[in-house]
């Protein structure tokens, strides 16, 4: 299993049955392939579904149906379309349960940058400003550092800030660990992978939960 | 309404026009209408739109031509070109975050003068907003955006105007209906009135000005 992959399958022991969830482009769409028996939940798409389904094959794609990153996708029965605006209504509204998004940096606070880096990259929030507004729960999933080994979890966001005090947990291949008022606290963390190693490559101070489990 | 030429029906969108433009990433996006735009060759164009898709396609064509003067917008990241003319300030960028984006224009088209959001407090979205403090909670005032045309991107429509959108192509077409002077759809086919059913019409015909496509 990949890290990604691992990532993934923790974030889904998260979902309940009939939760509405959103997942952002890239590693948090991975969740949907390991949603845990028993559970059904509804997936919203910002640019105007609920109900959206898998990847379509190419033989049956439609160019009139994709998610929010483009592709072409299928919809399960029951599953509706609406424009932007009414989009926005359910995800800034309340209506979505969970969020699961892709971050640059994650912070103590809660603090979330996840669509600038200064100087190399803009790629715009997109919906991301809104879904963490409005969601009820926000979990972040990433790799715990950056491709070059520095760490993303800080004290402080350095990069420009996409939302204040919004992530509620943030999962990684090391480590699941909670925002609260007093700071992050680390719940869990990865078979074979020890305490010294999460909080060398946490840049931020980490509580230790007294029931530190594994996963 | 009319139902008219491509050409006739971009004939008054000059340079400097501001102008927005339906679709998310290459979904619903009005593209006889762009196409006709860069064979027009308008320049120093406002285009508001969701995003930027890539520099070969649909609105990050108009981008890549040079023809856009400034974009706001929710999302630039499949179009290195639109990320680079923001750097080097040949084009300006204004990101908006996407739903407040669509509430913007949704209130340009509903007579309101603005909304108040909660997404954007204490980022720098919020950077030179009013912030209003609402029953214990913090919302910036969005205010409203209008344009001087909309070009939508429709699957039906009927000899009327009313427009009929498949699957995921509602997206900011049918609140960029409602905020424009001239509104210019494109359709992939034209049927006589009565050809769509009340219930399935998203953009009503009084929104519509000028109607191209469906080999008319």
């Known amino acids: 299993m990949t890290p990604k992959e691992k990532i993934a399958r923790r974030v889904a022991c998260d979902l309940h049955d009939g939760d509405v969830v959103n997942l952002g482009i890239g590693l948090p769409t991975m969740v949907a392939d390991y949603v845990p028996d028993g559970v059904d939940i509804t997936l919203q798409s910002e640019n105007g579904i609920l109900g959206l389904g898998p990847l379509a094959s190419k033989d049956i794609a439609n160019k009139h149906l994709v998610n929010s990153g483009g592709q072409c996708v299928t919809v399960l029965p029951g599953a509706s379309y609406f424009d932007s605006a009414f989009s926005f209504v359910i995800i800034r509204g309340g209506h979505v349960d969970m969020t699961v998004l892709g971050a640059l940096q994650v912070d103590s606070h809660g603090n979330l940058a996840s669509h600038i880096v200064p100087g190399k990259m803009v790629s715009g929030m997109g919906g991301a400003m809104d879904l963490v507004a409005g969601s009820k729960k926000v979990i972040v999933a990433m790799t715990h550092t950056a491709k070059d080994g520095s760490p993303k979890i800080l004290d402080n966001i350095v990069f420009p800030t996409t939302a204040i005090h919004a992530v509620d947990k943030i999962v990684t291949e090391l480590a699941v660990i909670e925002v609260t008022d007093n700071g992050l606290v680390l719940k869990e963390i990865a078979e074979g992978v020890s305490l010294d190693e999460v909080i060398s490559k946490t840049k931020a101070p980490l509580k230790v939960a007294k029931d530190l489990k594994t996963f | ?216």
């Open chain 2, 1 to 216: 309404m009319k139902i008219v030429s491509i050409e006739d029906a971009i004939a008054n969108i000059n340079d400097g026009a501001t102008v927005m433009i339906g679709g998310f990433f290459a979904c619903g996006t009005p593209d006889p209408l762009i196409d006709a735009l860069i064979e027009k060759g308008v320049k120093d164009l406002t285009i508001i739109c969701d995003d930027t898709d890539t520099p070969t396609t649909s609105i990050g064509k108009l981008i890549a031509n040079d023809q856009v003067k400034k974009v706001i917008t929710s999302h630039i990241g499949r179009n290195p070109l639109s990320g680079q003319k923001m750097q080097d300030g040949t084009m300006e960028v204004e990101l908006c975050p996407q739903g407040t984006l669509a509430e913007r224009i949704r209130s340009g088209g509903a007579g309101l003068g603005g909304v108040l959001t909660p997404t954007g407090v204490g980022t720098e979205v919020a950077k030179g907003k009013q912030v209003l403090n609402i029953d214990g909670k913090d919302y910036l005032l969005e205010k409203p955006l209008r344009a001087d045309f909309a070009l939508i991107g429709a699957t039906i429509a009927d000899e009327k105007g009313n427009l009929y959108f498949a699957a995921t192509t509602r997206n900011f077409n049918t609140i960029m209906a409602t905020a424009a002077d001239i509104v210019i759809a494109s359709t992939e086919l034209i049927v006589p009135i009565g050809g769509i059913q009340p219930e399935h019409v998203a953009v009503p015909y009084i929104f519509v000005d000028y109607l191209v496509g469906g080999g008319k």
